[in-house]
């Protein structure tokens, strides 16, 4: 097949990488990255009209969308308006990652266990709630913020001051000016995938990414620091609560809504005492998940996604490898606070053939200068690393790191921890 894959990250390098593994496509990146050009050739259309005829044009016969942005602006309703196959949902589905108001409201609906909350536009409203509720209280911005729009406060007063900023446009623009107040759930965090067309899903091995820079989850929210899966934190019984008070009744819903979700369902998880509650949805992979799931199916990538954008995943088995994956993201210096100056990238030559065949790296935030390969990003690559164990898996991960040289370059030393506590 000839495959788009919409974006420039470690998620859709690891896509990439993953067909192609299969030997047998082409590929096309808009826009990629500097290291996309390995797997196949990028291509820079911005705009989605022009991109569906250049798809067409091309003969693309399956295109594969990473980020969210363009899932809300709608890419997916002007490639199959152009009868192309694209896996993703509609704009309309997308809300459910593009407004968390839309989300809860769903979630409520449909009787799927989240948080107490409320949604208002009205301060007054959001204080007086604010005012019943016990300490530490979550307030979240309605629109898409780049992972930036939810405040943890820790007293009534601070949980106050988020509100009024928000509403005020002040803190978040038009993002903010309807708001999420709900309780803060204790517990510990998961990321699920299931693999959607709309009616029938396939659930990938639970994943838990490191959302703070520093070790012990110490510092402030990055995108995510680095994540493993399977993690020995669910069993089947959450498996199944999962599927049967979450999933199921969450495409039953979004069918009764008129906006089947097909794509990529990315449900964040709380455990609270053995029961799921739902944090929120993405409407597209997690990343760093992304990088160590990919590698961990058994079932081609490029089978999965186009049985997920033509409405047969009833007709796939999906087959994943008895193995543990680690990911370990490496950052430039000044993440998540500013900017880096670009610093080259120098990966040793790896001699241990049991490394180079248990690891390798996603490429993120590089470009090519001058024909090097330079760290320009935040997250610039990720070290991922395979195994039997979590163990020998996060062994292989940070041998990798080893290897890898720019200058700032920082990571954590210790994702994967809560499953060696
Ligand atoms: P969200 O963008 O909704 O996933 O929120 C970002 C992060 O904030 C989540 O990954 C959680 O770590 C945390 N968070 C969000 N909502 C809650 C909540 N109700 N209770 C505790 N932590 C939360
Ligand atoms: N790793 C979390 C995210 O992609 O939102």
Redesign the pocket.
């Known amino acids: 097949m000839n495959i788009l894959i919409l974006g420039s990250g470690g998620?859709e390098y690891s896509i990439g990488l993953a067909i192609y593994k299969e030997n047998a496509h082409n590929l096309y990146f808009m826009p990629g990255n500097g290291a996309t050009d390995r797997l196949g050739t990028n291509i820079n259309i911005k705009d989605y009209n022009q991109l569906a005829v250049w798809a067409k044009d091309n003969s693309i016969d399956l295109t594969i969308v990473g980020p969210e942005a363009p899932l809300v602006d709608g890419v997916v309703d002007i490639f199959k308006q152009n009868g192309l196959v694209i896996f993703g949902p509609s704009a309309a589905a997308a809300q459910l990652e593009g407004s968390k108001v839309y989300m809860k409201n769903i979630l409520k609906k449909y009787n799927i266990p989240t948080a107490a909350f409320i949604e208002t536009s009205n301060e007054k409203e959001a204080f007086d709630f604010i005012d019943t509720m016990s300490e530490p209280i979550v307030v979240k911005a309605d629109g898409l913020c780049a992972?930036k729009g939810v405040i943890i406060a820790q007293t009534k007063d601070e949980a106050k001051k988020a509100a009024s900023e928000m509403l005020s446009g002040a803190a978040f623009g038009d993002a903010g000016t309807s708001i999420v107040v709900e309780e803060y759930l204790d517990g510990y965090e998961l990321?699920v995938f299931a693999i959607c067309d709309g009616e029938n899903y396939k659930v990938l091995p639970a994943a838990q990414?490191h959302?703070r820079i520093g070790d012990g989850d110490t510092g402030p929210n990055t995108?995510?620091m680095g994540?493993y899966a399977p993690t020995p934190l669910v069993n089947d019984d959450i498996y199944k609560k999962i599927e049967e008070r979450v999933i199921k009744p969450t495409l039953k819903g979004m069918q009764q809504e008129g906006a089947p979700f097909e794509g990529v369902l990315?449900i964040?998880v709380m455990v609270v005492k053995g029961e799921p509650i739902i944090l929120e949805y993405?409407v597209?992979?997690?990343?760093?998940?992304c990088e160590i799931l990919m590698p961990l199916l058994a079932t081609p990538v490029s089978e999965l996604f186009y049985k997920g954008a033509t409405k047969q995943l009833d007709k796939l088995d999906i087959k994943i490898k008895d193995e543990f994956g680690v990911g370990v993201v490496m950052a430039s210096g000044n993440y998540p606070y500013g900017s880096s100056a670009p610093a080259e990238i120098i990966v040793d030559e790896i001699v241990d053939a049991d490394l180079l065949e248990n690891s390798h790296i996603s490429y993120a935030g590089v470009e090519k200068i001058d024909d090097k390969l330079m760290a320009t990003g935040g997250r610039v690559l990720v070290c991922v690393g395979f195994g039997k164990s979590i163990k020998e898996a996060r062994n292989r991960a940070y041998a990798l790191c080893g290897q890898v040289h720019f200058a700032g370059k920082k990571c954590r030393t210790d994702i994967a921890y809560q499953a060696l506590k």
């Open positions: 998620r992972g990321s990414d959302k995108g995510g994540a990315f964040g993405n597209r992979f997690g990343d760093p998940e």
